[in-house]
T-cell receptor, first 116, second 112 residues
């Protein structure tokens, strides 16, 4: 069965702290795609990163970095030197296409509060 | 044009009304999606239209019906909705099904 777990419901940090958002997924497929999206208070979902199941390379983009480990079925997201503008809900998502058809499932989300 | 537009932004309707939500993209994307998002919950995929084929989440009731008049437009027709259908309806598009999705601002629907 397809499942995405974001165990951290809410995280509160002080500006300039580093913070890691956890994502654990379950799938039976060998080909799948993982994503992180940000949903600020304005409500519009913004794409952050995509990884396919064959690409375990970690990635850094400015203050953001992602750690994909197939061995533990995890795709964690770290924000370095957090800023108030990082306050948002962050969703991890999994897409796959199998005999049951194409599906995208989102984790429950982690609400991040960054205080000045 | 690198955005997904949705109209209307807000919609209030009674349970006997028929209304439609509209979604448009001009990025040449081949896949478009409708999601439903309740407050403090993640988006739930309702429909996917890609490669000129519609995929439906089996849990979506028939009072929701999508329509894709062309590759840039995706409508969601609403009929005989229930108060529990009140939610934010998000449209998204992507170059194909496996790429990142670009989301519109959503339509906030209230069913009285």
């Amino acid at each position: 069965a397809q499942k995405v777990t974001q165990a951290q419901t809410e995280i509160s940090v002080v500006e300039k702290e580093d913070v890691t958002l956890d994502c654990v997924y379950e799938t039976r497929d060998t080909t799948y795609y993982l994503f992180w999206y940000k949903q600020p208070p304005s409500g519009e979902l913004v794409f952050l990163i995509r990884r396919n199941s064959f690409d375990e390379q970690n990635e850094i983009s400015g203050r953001y970095s992602w750690n994909f480990q197939k061995s533990t079925s995890s795709f964690n997201f770290t924000i370095t030197a957090s800023q108030v503008v990082d306050s948002a809900v962050y969703f991890c998502a999994l897409s796959e296409d199998n005999t049951g058809g194409f599906k995208t499932i989102f984790g429950a989300g982690t609400r991040l509060f960054v205080k000045a | 044009d690198t955005e997904v537009t949705q109209t209307p932004k807000h919609l209030v309707m009674g349970m006997t009304n028929k209304k439609s939500l509209k979604c448009e993209q001009h990025m040449g994307h081949r896949a478009m999606y409708w999601y439903k998002q309740k407050a403090k919950k993640p988006p739930e995929l309702m429909f996917v239209y890609s490669y000129e084929k519609l995929s439906i989440n089996e849990s979506v009731p028939s009072r929701f019906s999508p329509e894709c008049p062309n590759s840039s437009l995706l409508n969601l027709h609403l009929h005989a909705l229930q108060p529990e259908d009140s939610a934010l309806y998000l449209c998204a598009s992507s170059p194909d099904r496996y790429n990142e999705q670009f989301f519109g601002p959503g339509t906030r629907l209230t069913v009285l």
